[in-house]
T-cell receptor
Framework: EDQVTQSPEALRLQEGESSSLNCSYT??????LFWYRQDPGKGPEFLFT???AGEEKEKERLKATLTKKESFLHITAPKPEDSATYLC???????????FGAGTRLFVKA | NAGVMQNPRHLVRRRGQEARLRCSPM?????VYWYRQLPEEGLKFMVY????????ESGMPKERFSAEFPKEGPSILRIQQVVRGDSAAYFC??????????????FGSGTQLSVL
């Protein structure tokens, strides 16, 4: 069964303090790995799709990387507006549903 | 171009009543997904629909829950005889037609269901 585990559950950073969020996954065959951002009271917002090991994607202060077993979301010099829950998700080649992890709640203090 | 619209935003029901949650996908999108989210938990897949067809309902409870996406009108998630454990945020997402298109989901703001 497809599984996604994210760590840490929560992360508190000072503004400008870079760090990484981890996503470990298990799928029979990976169609894609996704990162979403979710703000309180809102639905998730798409950030990145990664398809194969070694692939990297960047957007502003965020960079996502992928290996055969895990993905990292690197946050460089975060700002308070980066505070949100970051969700990792996978889709396997055998179906069309996207399976989400429980998320990492990021708090960035000015 | 309006995003995914869900209504109501908040729904309060007493135990035993029915709850109907509505979702209008983005214009041009023909795939709809329903997810459920409990506090401190991730999104749990419930059902995937295309117009007039249920494609994957492997995440739907066998009893009391049903979903439809008619040819005209919004998708409906229906919960009959609600219980306190049904209290959660229910999110709808949509994606456009075409191979690979369902890899990127566009989410609505959710319906918060509270069962008294």
């Amino acid at each position: 069964e497809d599984q996604v585990t994210q760590s840490p559950e929560a992360l508190r950073l000072q503004e400008g303090e870079s760090s990484s969020l981890n996503c470990s996954y298990t799928v029979s065959g990976l169609r894609g790995l996704f990162w979403y951002r979710q703000d309180p009271g809102k639905g998730p917002e798409f950030l990145f799709t990664l398809y194969s090991a070694g692939e990297e994607k960047e957007k502003e202060r965020l960079k996502a990387t992928l290996t055969k077993k895990e993905s990292f979301l690197h946050i460089t010099a975060p700002k308070p507006e980066d505070s949100a829950t970051y969700l990792c998700a996978v889709q396997d080649t055998g179906g069309f549903k996207t399976i989400f992890g429980a998320g990492t709640r990021l708090f960035v203090k000015a | 171009n309006a995003g995914v619209m869900q209504n109501p935003r908040h729904l309060v029901r007493r135990r035993g009543q029915e709850a109907r949650l509505r979702c209008s996908p983005m214009k041009g999108h023909s795939h709809v997904y329903w997810y459920r989210q409990l506090p401190e938990e991730g999104l749990k897949f419930m059902v995937y629909l295309q117009k007039e067809n249920i494609i994957d309902e492997s995440g739907m409870p066998k009893e009391r829950f049903s979903a439809e996406f008619p040819k005209e009108g919004p998708s409906i998630l229906r919960i009959q005889q609600v219980v306190r454990g049904d209290s959660a945020a229910y999110f709808c997402a949509s994606s456009p037609p075409g191979a690979g298109a369902n890899e990127k989901l566009f989410f609505g703001s959710g319906t918060q269901l509270s069962v008294l």
